[in-house]
């Protein structure tokens, strides 16, 4: 292999005819005043043919998808290599663009939680675990050893209604107790449940003492309980001495039938303790209920993880009241508010309904109504209808009654409505961007936040500086079965960053969005992702890689570009 570019009768731009030669596989530096062809040498003409001649060398179907450069102004240009080029100019302007995507970072993440992230119920924070019906036999025989216990089927949880036909049918079944709101009930008592109010409803499946001779018995009742709660199981520890008169009670025997009766005995009913199970990978109290985690649930970018009402971007846009009523010492009637043509026919006579509803003149300054007119005006109505009486342009007299969404309503529903482009960026001059009320910010579906590894879930990983999210990865204590799993996807993310620090941008986060990068912070990521990828025989062009860095990191900064070289690159 030719172990030099040569470079003859370079003419590009302001370069006179110059004749070089470049060693291969080496760390080398172009330098000179201002104007003195520096770029026109790196760029204009070095990459330019090696970047014209690779894609030269791909099929015409694949060359209609790339721009190709113009041949540079030289004689010859000999001992080339496929040119990357690395330049101080801002990457993506995207929102949905992070540092840690840019880097793949995030990409690694995304897979590390999918494969050993602990699931949570959003709402009480409890683990959420997938159990077999012998795993929890096992747990409860460890959990309660020798105590007195409840078996329940948890079968309404937080839902209206009356449920007579429900508790009729499980007393055909042979059920003789249920649980409702915290109190034991005989099926054989009427039972009236005011459907206008929420229920909590527990079928009482067994009592029994949970001891080894009982474990056929006790998964008998387990799977009875997770079979009519949908996989759902309470199990209730007793207090002892507490006695509690029952119109019907579940056999004590240790024997028989687990839904058999006996209504002559009383039961110590008073809880010590409750404990919920589940053979789905769902909370057992909430019924937050996931599917098996796959890399795709924590992508901000795909609608199985994107928060749905920011879809993945952290903030949503609100119209500001202050934008949109500029000028409070106007009237509406003389055009108060920004996005309301007064001289066109529709909107002003809609506003003149809601004036004459509320009680006020469209000719009174905007500052003089009372602010609960204001809010009226801004916010709507509510569920109110009020009645439009209409006068069209060709002078017909209608009516009908209408909703009053308020200026600030129907502002962005015009926004939210309309395909035009220049329409959207006109109304986005009265919205602000405030952080997702859903999400806060943090791109991500509740459920997807409630994940976690190490004790963080993957947003509150991406908002730690790249030096601290390395001392995260590096003292992050998993299980034998987890480190086997993760090891070489932690291994990787760990690289990653260290090319971050090692670029001197180890105080930027992975959540940080690219467009407010600097043109030398983009560079230097874009260089770290480069080292990153491991290619070899690949010629890098970079332009002025140490601008606006510290004097400390410089030697890092070398030491990055002494790697690139080393992995059998030419550095530029």
Request: with cysteine.
């Amino acid at each position: 292999m030719q172990d030099s570019i040569v470079i003859k009768g370079a003419r590009e731009h302001n370069l006179k005819n110059i004749d070089v030669s470049i060693p291969r596989d080496k760390l080398v530096v172009i330098t000179g005043l201002s104007g003195s062809g520096k770029s026109s040498l790196a760029f204009d003409t070095i990459y330019a043919e090696g970047q014209r001649r690779y894609v030269e060398s791909l099929s015409s179907y694949a060359r209609q998808f790339l721009g190709q450069m113009d041949k540079p102004d030289l004689d010859s240009i000999d001992g080339l290599s496929p040119a990357v080029s690395i330049d101080q100019k801002t990457t993506s302007k995207n929102p949905r663009s992070t540092v840690g995507t840019v880097t793949e970072i995030y990409d690694y993440l995304r897979l590390l939680f999918a494969r050993v992230g602990i699931p949570h119920c959003p709402e009480c924070g409890r683990e959420i675990k997938r159990q077999t019906t012998d795993q929890i036999v096992d747990m409860l025989l460890e959990w309660g050893l020798d105590r007195r216990a409840l078996i329940l089927a948890p079968v309404v949880r937080g839902r209206k209604g009356e449920y007579g036909k429900m508790l009729a049918d499980l007393r055909k079944e042979g059920f003789a107790r249920v649980r409702i709101e915290g109190e034991v009930r005989g099926l054989d008592e009427e039972i009236v449940l005011d459907k206008k109010f929420k229920h909590n409803i527990d079928v009482v499946v067994d009592r029994l003492i949970l001891k080894p001779e009982a474990t056929s018995r006790l998964t008998e009742a387990v799977e009875t309980a997770t079979r009519l709660a949908e996989g759902n199981l309470v199990v209730q520890l007793m207090a002892e001495g507490q006695p509690l008169q029952l119109n019907a009670a579940v056999d004590t025997e240790q024997s028989g039938d687990v839904a058999h009766l006996d209504s002559s005995e009383q039961v110590p009913y008073r809880p010590e303790t409750e404990e919920s199970f589940s053979l789905a990978l769902a909370c057992p109290v909430h019924g937050h209920s996931m599917d098996e985690l796959a890399p795709r649930d924590f992508s901000f970018n795909a609608p199985y993880g994107a928060c749905p009402e920011c879809l993945g971007l952290g903030f949503t846009r609100e119209v500001d009241p202050s934008l949109l009523i500029p000028n409070p010492s106007l009237s509406l009637a003389a055009g108060a508010c920004a996005t309301i043509s007064m001289s066109s026919n529709y909107y002003p006579q809609i506003l003149a309904a809601v004036a004459d509803y509320l009680g006020v003149s469209l000719d009174t300054p905007w500052e003089d109504y009372p602010s609960e007119v204001q809010k009226a005006f801004l916010d709507g109505l509510g569920a109110t209808k009020i009645r439009i009486n209409y006068v069209t342009r060709d002078g017909r007299d209608t009516h009908w009654t209408y909703k009053w969404s308020g200026l600030l309503g129907v502002a962005m529903e015009r926004y939210q409505d309309t395909s035009s482009e220049s329409m959207k960026q006109k109304l986005e001059e009265f919205m602000s961007v405030r952080p997702c009320r859903v999400c806060g910010g943090a791109r991500l579906k509740p459920e997807i936040l409630a994940v976690t590894v190490g004790g963080l879930n993957i947003n509150q990983v991406t908002r730690l500086s790249a030096i601290d999210e390395l001392r995260y990865f590096e003292e992050l204590e998993l299980s034998e079965r987890e480190q086997r799993i993760a090891e070489r996807i932690i291994k990787e993310i760990k690289e990653r960053l260290r090319f971050l620090v090692d670029v001197g941008l180890d105080y930027l986060t992975l959540e940080r969005a690219t467009a407010t990068l600097s043109g030398g912070e983009a560079q230097r990521i874009r260089l770290a992702t480069q080292i990153g990828a491991g290619l070899m025989g690949v010629l890098y062009i970079l332009d002025e890689p140490s601008i606006g860095l510290h004097q400390r990191d410089n030697a890092r900064l070398i030491a990055t570009l002494e790697r690139l070289r080393d992995l059998g690159n030419t550095v530029i």
